[in-house]
């Protein structure tokens, strides 16, 4: 019976497909436990030998708890959306539908030659309508949902029209716009309906803004942070600048301190769980207020904006003015309000909204290069350069709202608009950046700061029993001092005790192509939802995938993209009719879009990568409901995911919104709890060797490893398949690989080319990729699967190397001869005692292993007992049936085979697992070392109920001991029961 990998792995994968194996039911009176693995971005290279590592983990775990007897939910689907199609499209013209679903079909080859065990009935992909008609379904809730203060959770618009009709908005504690006026039911009522939009969307769950945004030229949109790297895009490496859009948002802030408080109810990993805290960075202070210094050029911006404002904006001036002669303010959070007696300068993020405003004729050229230069670095960028000083003079000052005394106003690159309000209080005495800044820019530093010497250590000490030594102050510790100075700001109108957040609201458009359409259209200049009954708005045929000449986004280029509200569905663009309205520039035309006989605009962004992410896991419950985006029935039963396993690289992105669209979700009572999963756990990375050949500089010449040194070289990565084990390179192969090796010298040693090894992260651009189809073909996929668990704890990192898979391929082969015996379900025989404890042990194990995510040492597990029995010529069908039920979550082909060969007719994925009998364990007797003097001389096994006389008897009767003492008497024998026996002579 030859061990014939390739035909059982075919034949057990085809029974599973063909028998719904792993069909998970919604209806069952098994527990239920909901295993995920995150669903993959199907990509055109296929998938490498680090990716199934996750999946491999939770597909143990599934199998696992199928055996323990639970009902489970086991799925995958592909997060199909994204820019690499859309880029290959801009360069081959091909449709990104296409290209995905080529992608895909590869993807599903390859998952299902691994043998994982999906319920692939529940497939879902977020680039097909059926699916993103519930994410189009979930914007049109938040957008019809505001953030109640007062009863800590999302609640519908309605409900908040309903307060502004009786009494306005001034009792409202609600998550808003920080320029959101004040108004009276009076007000409401006689605003107009625009105007009422207006201020609807400032409270909306998704709303619109104008927002500083990563704006990539080359790639035609906006790009998220964690889309770029070094101040260039993460694809293609393009530069990036920051722009100011109107934009889709969504209002994750008014879920920060609930985003905060339910990681202490979720088993995530710290690291991860640390992640999200500082990401959303709570911190408490006082929000201030400075007053900007009129001059005759600020009066005149004043007047012009008041032309120029609507009801509402005229309506939020007046709320955030304290008098007539204040119209602009400079709010800034600081978490150190005791030293506002140190403000010698104040801030501004280039990007603020009144520098253009309050900049003096004499600056604005300098502050408009400065702006310019900023806008080409990212945010990251800024952050991350703590040397630099940079900065420019406004010219305009503020007041310092206790002393009165003038401040000059500066922007700086090191204060980011998106963080806090853009704005600092600059207090060089507490803070190095600002030293740094005034000393450079020689601003003045108040005299009471004099003498202390910023470079000492106790710095910071120092400086507050300065501050608290101040008249104001008057010797106040650290606490009553803020809390001192707060409670004054608050008495003169300047200020208000504040908890602040780092967390920035997420920005939710994108220029492009290949995502979600918004189910929005525009009446007036004005979102309008489309009516859920209409969903899904499907992505419109476009000739060009880039944006359009005049700057619009990819959809822009569709002909057939405008809304018949009437009839509830597309038409042609050309259907769109515009007229002025009297009084208006072309400008205003193109925003104020009056008269349309019904038809109007659809929005021409889509949405971002992560919006078919956030509610994915839900989906999965009732993935063919196309009444509801889950039945009642279906989200009652599973509730929650039980294990989610995935990279920790999305922990600021995809795990946070998610958290926070399952928290919306709670609130307006569409799931049942407000955390979507109990358990996470982050998989470690697999890494490749990669190959490297060193080039010497300016030359088209190649020195091997050995004689690299004696030149000056450049490294460059080669195709690791190009090299043997021995780390010879092929040249000739190489030359046949790249055209740039045709004509190179390669300097040998002994003859040969040997390559340099680094092992780094498995990537296709560093050409150390290993193809899981070659090891699949080499191996076999139960090889794999037992090689990648083999490699170490699944969250750490480990390096790949096939020669390794050796090994475990053996183990398999020995597994498999082990059986042999048994074949047709031979094998009545009686188990030997040490058949059982073999056993048993092994079950202790395993389950204890599998429990606790310890799947590398289960394999060791399973070595150390196929060859206990073999050694034992075990053919104990009792022993064995239960060892493949163990073996099955590792290794599911061979497990099924054997299963099948012991003569059972249903597959042994439903097997109850084996139950671990401590008896079997239990020592009956023990071998005991003898010695003599204290030197072990031969071991003797006893019963372990013997006492201290009976084995002092056995020992002194045996032949050895008569050897050893030939003849003498010992002066004393010492006998520790169950431990050792010395014979002193």
């Not at 349309?596 to 999965?620: C, K, V």
């Amino acid at each position: 019976m030859n061990y014939d990998f390739r035909q059982i792995e075919e034949k057990w994968q085809k029974y599973w497909a063909k028998n719904k194996t792993f069909k998970a039911s919604n209806t069952s009176d098994k527990p239920k436990f909901y295993a995920l693995s995150m669903f993959p971005y199907p990509s055109g290279a296929g998938l490498h030998v680090g990716h199934p590592l996750g999946y491999i983990a939770t597909d143990i775990y599934s199998r696992y708890k199928r055996h323990k007897g639970f009902n489970v939910l086991h799925p995958m689907g592909y997060d199909s959306f994204g820019l690499p199609a859309e880029q290959y499209a801009i360069q081959t013209g091909q449709h990104p539908a296409i290209t995905t679903e080529n992608n895909i079909k590869r993807y599903r080859e390859q998952l299902d030659q691994l043998g994982f065990s999906f319920d692939w009935d529940r497939e879902v992909r977020t680039s097909n309508p059926q699916y993103y008609k519930w994410t189009q379904w979930i914007f049109i809730q938040l957008f019809n949902s505001w953030y109640n203060k007062t009863s800590d959770k999302a609640e519908d618009v309605s409900t908040l029209v309903a307060l502004f009709e009786k009494s306005g908005n001034s009792k409202v504690e609600a998550a808003c716009d920080d320029d959101t006026p004040a108004f009276t039911a009076e007000d409401w009522s006689g605003f107009s309906e625009k105007e009422k939009q207006e201020i609807l969307l400032k409270y909306r769950l998704t709303y619109l803004a104008d927002t500083e945004v990563n704006w990539c030229p080359a790639l035609g949109t906006v790009l998220a942070n964690d889309e770029i790297v070094n101040g260039v895009s993460e694809r293609g490496g393009h530069p990036i600048i920051r722009k100011k859009m109107t934009q889709w948002s969504m209002r994750i802030t008014a879920y920060a301190q609930r985003l905060l408080d339910g990681l202490d109810k979720i088993d995530w990993p710290q690291p991860l769980k640390d992640s999200q805290t500082n990401w959303i960075g709570r911190s408490e202070g006082a929000s201030v207020t400075f007053n900007v210094k009129m001059t005759d050029e600020i009066l005149k911006q004043v007047q012009q904006d008041d032309v120029t404002s609507s009801a509402v904006e005229k309506a939020r001036k007046n709320v955030i003015s304290t008098s007539l002669n204040h119209p602009y303010q400079i709010e800034v959070f600081t978490t150190r309000p005791d030293t506002i007696f140190g403000v010698s300068f104040m801030t501004l993020a280039p990007e603020h909204d009144l520098v253009a405003k309050i900049t003096t004729p004499e600056q604005k050229a300098e502050v408009d290069a400065y702006v310019e230069a900023t806008a080409k670095r990212s945010e990251r960028d800024r952050m991350a350069d703590v040397k630099t000083v940079s900065g420019v003079f406004t010219g305009a000052y503020a007041e310092h709202p206790f002393t009165k005394e003038p401040i000059p106003i500066w922007i700086g690159d090191y204060v980011l608009a998106s963080y806090g309000t853009g704005a600092v209080m600059a207090v060089p005495c507490g803070d190095q950046r600002d030293y740094d800044f005034a000393k450079y820019y020689n601003i003045p530093i108040p005299n009471i700061f004099e003498g202390i010497d910023i470079s000492e250590e106790a710095f910071a000490d120092k400086a507050t029993t300065v501050i608290a030594n101040s008249d104001f102050l008057n010797g106040l510790s650290y606490k009553e001092a803020t809390k001192k100075v707060i409670s004054e700001l608050e008495k003169i109108g300047h200020g208000v005790g504040k908890v602040n957040y780092r967390l920035r609201d997420a920005v939710f458009s994108r220029q492009r192509y290949w995502g979600e359409p918004f189910p929005v259209y525009y009446v007036d200049g004005m979102p309008q939802m489309i009516n859920e009954q209409y969903l899904p708005l499907e992505l419109p045929e476009v000739e060009k995938y880039l944006p359009t000449e005049t700057g619009e986004p990819p959809l822009g280029n569709a002909t057939h993209w405008a809304w018949d509200a009437k009839n509830n569905k597309v038409v042609s663009n050309d259907l769109v009719t515009l007229s002025a309205v009297e009084g208006s520039d072309k400008e205003d035309e193109m925003l104020n879009q009056v008269q349309h006989d019904g038809i109007y605009p659809l929005e021409l962004n889509t949405m971002p990568g992560w919006a078919g992410s956030s509610q994915y896991f839900n989906r999965y419950m009732d993935p063919r409901n196309d009444e509801a985006i889950f039945s009642k029935e279906a989200i009652d039963y599973w509730q929650d995911v039980d294990l989610y396993i995935g990279g920790s690289e999305h922990a600021t992105g995809h795990l946070l919104y998610s958290r926070f669209w399952q928290k919306f979700m709670f609130d307006r009572g569409y799931v049942p709890k407000d955390e979507y999963a109990q358990k996470l756990i982050n998989q470690g990375m697999i890494t490749g060797t990669s190959a490297i050949v060193y080039r010497i500089s300016g030359t088209n010449k190649y020195a091997s490893y050995g004689l690299k040194d004696e030149y000056t070289t450049e490294e460059l990565r080669v195709d690791v398949n190009l090299v043997n084990v021995s780390n010879e390179l092929d040249v000739e192969a190489l030359r046949d690989w790249q055209p740039e090796y045709q004509e190179a010298d390669f300097i040998l040693e002994d003859g040969k080319y040997i390559v340099g090894r680094e092992v780094e992260k498995m990537s296709k651009s560093k050409y150390n990729v290993v193809n899981p189809d070659a090891i699949c073909e080499e191996y076999g996929a139960d090889s794999l699967r037992l090689y990648e668990m083999f490699l170490g704890p699944l969250e750490q990192s480990k390096p790949w190397n096939t020669a390794g898979i050796t090994g475990v391929h053996s183990f398999l082969k020995k597994l498999w001869k082990l059986y042999s015996p048994l074949e047709g379900g031979e094998g009545g025989v009686e188990p030997t005692t040490e058949n059982l404890k073999t056993l048993h042990k092994t079950i202790k194990k395993v389950e204890e292993d599998i429990e606790n995510f310890s799947f590398n040492t289960s394999v060791s597990t399973f070595m150390i007992c196929v060859n206990e029995l073999t050694a034992q010529k075990c053919t104990s069908k009792s022993i064995l049936e239960p060892l493949a039920i163990l073996v099955s979550p590792y290794a599911p082909h061979i497990a099924e085979e054997l299963w099948d060969r012991l003569g059972h007719n249903e597959s042994i994925a439903e097997a109850p697992f084996p139950k671990f009998e401590e008896k079997y364990l239990v020592e009956s007797s023990k071998e005991y070392p003898i010695s003599f003097n204290g030197k072990m001389r031969f071991k003797l096994e006893l019963p372990l109920d013997m006492g201290k006389d009976e084995i002092e008897a056995a020992v002194m009767a045996h032949e050895k001991t008569q050897e050893q003492l030939q003849g003498r008497t010992p002066k004393k024998v010492i006998v520790v029961p169950g431990k050792i026996v010395n014979i002193v002579g």
